[in-house]
Structures are given as C-alpha cells and as structure tokens.
C-alpha cells in the first residue's frame, strides 16, 4: 500500500509569541504535523526552533499598548522574504487577515502555489485593543479590510466553529468555509488530582486567558460579589495583561482574595482538574481554546451569551449560560451550582462525551484532508486552464 503524501506547507503568521490564542492554536496545528512527517516552514516576526523566515514587525500606535502585553507584531510582508519561503511549498496557510497576508497571498497566486486562509480574529479584537466597546462603523470598515487582505482571496478558509464560517459569509466572503476544531490537546484530559490545601471546602470558580477588555474578568468578579454565597467562593483568574493591575483591585473586594496572576502549564492542568466550575465571560470568541481546554479535563463551564462568541458550544444546556454583561444573571447562576455541587460533579462524563468530538488527533486528521483536498483542487484547476492533447 502506497505511503501517504507528505506535504511541504509555510506557515504565514505576524507573530510566534504565545499571548493570543490564535497562535497558540497554529503552534498546536505545527507541532503535530510536523510529527506526522509533513515539512512545515513558518513565516513570522517571531523566532521558531525549526524551519522559519523572520520578517520585520510593527505595533501600530493606537493599539500598542495592548499588542505590548501580548508582545504581538503586525508584520510588513517584504516581497522577497515571501518569494524565498514560498519556493517549493505545496501549500500556503495564512493565519491573520491583515497585511502580510494581503501579500502573502498574492505571492503565492502568482508562483502558482494553492493557498488557504484562517480565521482566527474578528473585528471586535481590535476595537477592544483600542479600549473601546463598540463602533459598528469600525466594525464595518474592519471587515471590508479583512476581506480585501485575505478572505475574498483564496478558494477556503480554516474556520475553527461555525459562527466564524456564517461570520465570513454574512460579511461578504464566497470562500469555501471549513469548520475544523483547534481541538483539545492529549495533556487536557481527566486525572485525579487532590484538591489544593488552600482551596479547602470553598466553591473554586475558574477562569484562564488573558486579562484584557474584551475578556470581561471584571465581569465575573462583580458576579462574585453579588452572590449570596461569596463568602465560600474562591476566583481563580489565571493569565496576565494590560488589566492585570485593575483587577486584583477590584479583586480586593472579595472576601475570600482571588488568584489573579499568570500560571504554569502544570498548575492550570491541576486547577482545571480541581475546581467546581470554569467561568468565560469573553464578549468575543471563534472557538475559545479555554473552554476547550476545560471540558477535556472535564470540567464544566458556565458561559456568557456575547452574539460575538462560540463558547457557549461547550454549555451543557441553559443553565450553563448567563446573560452578557448582567452581574446579577451571573451571581444568580453560580447560586444555582453552588446550592448543587453534588450534581456539577457528576456531570463530569456528561462533559468529557461532549469532548471527544474535539480531541487533538480527530481535528488534526481533518485538518490533513482539508490540506490534501485543497491540493487535489489547486492540481485540477492548473489541468483545466493547461489542457494537454493526447
């Protein structure tokens, strides 16, 4: 039986620093099909251990501040870099819709080379990088951006849930929409921990990402507040950024003081296996490896209902769902579990059965036909528009 093609794929991504969750998932997605013998070149502003091309960064002024904390680059996508990565690549895989990828893509259409796109952002990530809420009309002008860099350029797209695939097609992208899972990693998975000591009978509610606007940390911790029981309840915010500072001082007021600080690897794997519950409350989410990240331990989440978020996928049902930006509805629902520990706890299988559906090597597979698909199209057109008379 023949051996399964490998593919020579370049990777072109702005940044290779682990502080957004889009490069995280593309650090994920590289790892393993480099294990699976597929040649994988990155392109990026960052530094990678393996095969890569560093290309010059920038932080645009009115978001720097928050692109610091995330040590994100935007990256000038430099012709010549582009053309030396590119030379004898199968497959392109742009990451981001902004510039780079503008370039990138026209690139590789003119060496003839298939090229997929991703999404991994939406235009509310940006606006909440500039400290604002909302602006429908920079919503708007922000789309039409991301379609003219990337989306309305290639013939599919990676779409990591299907509110980024109806995203993409209700502002005006004819690409091939692919839903594919980010997935749960092997190492996100149940094991029988003991509880930390300082945990002790308290009700542990825990939340992982980082401390920025769009996130809404403030959020869960007002909820804290406003409930009947917070007297018991532990807050775990696990991460780091431009809101750090602002809420361990709402933090303060919590009776029981909350863990508001960047942890280690080992110490959220033990926490997401020991606490009562995971809280999200991000306004804006393509998927949310968080969540993703929780359900594989097991642990069940309760989500806001932001129209700008695929996270309440991982919801069990509506009890598990709170109204956005409402503390009370909040405070109301984690009274709810509270007063039912016993029950959270058994839901634990119920949680795992729903994600096996998104374990790691299921979405990879996928993702390794899309890549062969995509192939197999780019080889048909090139014969349809080079007929050779036999």
Not at 66 to 95: C, H, P, S, V
Not at 316 to 323: A, K, N, P, T
Request: with cysteine; aromatic share 10%.
């Amino acid at each position: 039986m023949p051996r399964e093609k490998k593919i020579k794929i370049v990777i072109v991504i702005d940044s290779w620093t682990e502080g957004h969750g889009a490069v995280i998932s593309t650090k994920r997605m590289v790892e393993e099909l480099t294990r699976r013998g597929h040649k994988i070149s990155i392109v990026t502003t960052g530094e990678y251990e393996g095969d890569f091309y560093s290309i010059p960064g920038y932080r645009p002024f009115f978001v720097r501040k928050a692109l610091e904390y995330t040590d994100f680059r935007f990256a000038i996508g430099k012709k010549n870099i582009l053309q030396k990565a590119f030379k004898g690549a199968d497959l392109i895989q742009i990451q981001f819709p902004f510039l780079l990828g503008r370039n990138a893509v026209r690139i590789a259409k003119r060496m003839g080379i298939s090229v997929i796109g991703a999404c991994h952002v939406q235009p509310q990530n940006i606006i909440a990088a500039m400290g604002r809420k909302e602006s429908p009309f920079m919503e708007k002008m922000l789309y039409f951006f991301f379609n003219y860099s990337l989306f309305n350029h290639v013939d599919a797209i990676h779409c990591p849930s299907a509110l980024a695939a109806d995203m993409l097609r209700a502002h005006g992208s004819k690409a091939d929409c692919r839903i594919i899972s980010n997935g749960i990693p092997a190492e996100y998975h149940p094991v029988e921990h003991p509880r930390p000591d300082w945990f002790g009978d308290h009700f542990v509610v825990t939340n992982v990402g980082r401390h920025a606007n769009e996130k809404r940390q403030e959020l869960l911790i007002e909820g804290v507040l406003k409930s009947k029981y917070k007297d018991n309840i532990r807050l775990l915010l696990c991460g780091k950024g431009e809101n750090s500072e602002k809420l361990r001082g709402l933090g303060a007021e919590l009776p029981l003081k909350p863990l508001i600080e960047y942890v280690s690897e080992a110490d959220k794997l033990l926490y997401l296996n020991t606490s009562d519950m995971y809280l999200h409350s991000s306004l804006v989410e393509l998927e949310s490896l968080s969540c993703l990240e929780a359900i594989g331990c097991g642990l069940p989440c309760l989500i806001g209902n932001s129209p700008h978020s695929a996270a309440t996928q991982f919801a069990l049902d509506d009890r598990f769902i709170f109204e956005m930006d409402n503390a009370d509805a909040l405070a109301a629902k984690i009274d709810y579990w509270y007063e039912r520990r016993e029950r959270l706890r058994e839901m634990k299988q119920k949680i795992l059965q729903m994600a096996e559906q998104y374990r790691f090597d299921k979405c990879i597979d996928e993702m390794e036909a899309f890549h062969k698909e995509m192939l197999d199209h780019n080889k048909k057109m090139y014969d349809l528009r080079n007929p050779v008379l036999v």
